[in-house]
C-alpha cells in the first residue's frame, strides 16, 4: 500500500515569491491535513480537507491556503513568501474516524531567503 | 495554557531500562490519544494510539490513559539507542472533529 507522497521533497524561494506544495494521501483516505513544522513552534496545524471542503483551518495569515480535488490529491500554496515561512510542511492523510491517527508523507522542505 | 503539553526534555535513559513519557491535555472532550515518532531530519511516524482509560500494550511500548486526570504516557521497556527520538502526544478532540493537536515533543536520549 502506498504511503502519503508529498512534492517537491526540497525548495529554495526568495521572499515575495509564491510557492505550491503538492500531496497525495494513502489511497482511500479522504482527509488531508497540512502542518508546518519549525524548530521553536513545533508541529502547527495548517488546515484540514474532507472531500474537497475545507473542515478545519488553523491561525495563520490567509497567505496561506489550500485545496482538494476530487481524487483526494491536496495542495497547499503560500503566497507573498516570508522569512519566517521557512520551515518543513507535512501533508497527512486519514480515513474520517475518530479512533484513527493521522500517516504523514515525508515532507517538504521550504527555504525562503 | 497550551493544549497538549509535554516535557520537551531531553530525557536520558540506558540502554535497557525504561523510558517513561508523558502527556498532559486541557479539558476537553477528548476522544483518542496518539504517540508519535520523529527521527532527526523524519517526518512524525505513528507509534501507538489509546481511546480508553487503562493500559495498551503494543511490543515493548505500552500506552496508559487516564482521563480523570487528563494523562496519557507512553512507557518503552528495554530501551535501545535506536529508540533515541522525539516523540510526540497527539489528541483528538471532539469539538476539532478530525483534527490533531500535538505536544511540543519530548527529546528521548537513550545511551549505550
Known amino acids: 500500500k502506498a504511503g502519503v507522497t508529498q512534492t517537491p521533497r526540497y525548495l529554495i524561494k526568495t521572499r515575495g515569491q509564491q510557492v505550491t506544495l503538492s500531496c497525495s494521501p494513502i489511497s482511500g483516505h479522504r482527509s488531508v491535513s497540512w502542518y508546518q513544522q519549525t524548530p521553536g513552534q513545533g508541529l502547527q496545524f495548517l488546515f484540514e480537507y474532507f472531500s474537497e471542503t475545507q473542515r478545519n483551518k488553523g491561525n495563520f495569515p490567509g497567505r496561506f491556503s489550500g485545496r482538494q480535488f476530487s481524487n483526494s490529491r491536496s495542495e497547499m500554496n503560500v503566497s507573498t513568501l516570508e522569512l519566517g515561512d521557512s520551515a518543513l510542511y507535512l501533508c497527512?492523510?486519514?480515513?474520517?474516524?475518530?479512533?484513527?491517527?493521522?500517516?504523514f508523507g515525508s515532507g517538504t522542505r521550504l527555504t525562503v531567503v | 495554557q497550551k493544549e497538549v503539553e509535554q516535557n520537551s526534555g531531553p530525557l536520558s535513559v540506558p540502554e535497557g531500562a525504561i523510558a517513561s513519557l508523558n502527556c498532559t491535555y486541557s479539558d476537553r472532550v477528548s476522544q483518542s490519544f496518539f504517540w508519535y515518532r520523529q527521527y532527526s531530519g523524519k517526518s512524525p511516524e505513528l507509534i501507538m494510539s489509546?481511546?480508553?482509560?487503562g493500559d495498551k500494550e503494543d511490543g515493548r511500548f505500552t500506552a496508559q490513559l487516564n482521563k480523570a486526570s487528563q494523562y496519557v504516557s507512553l512507557l518503552i521497556r528495554d530501551s535501545q539507542p535506536s529508540d533515541s527520538a522525539t516523540y510526540l502526544c497527539?489528541?483528538?478532540?471532539?469539538?476539532?472533529?478530525?483534527?490533531?493537536?500535538f505536544g511540543a515533543g519530548t527529546i528521548l536520549r537513550v545511551k549505550s
Open positions: 497527539a489528541v483528538k478532540f471532539s469539538m476539532y472533529g478530525n483534527k490533531l493537536v
Open positions: 489509546i481511546y480508553s482509560n
Open positions: 497527512a492523510s486519514s480515513s474520517d474516524s475518530a479512533n484513527y491517527g493521522y500517516t
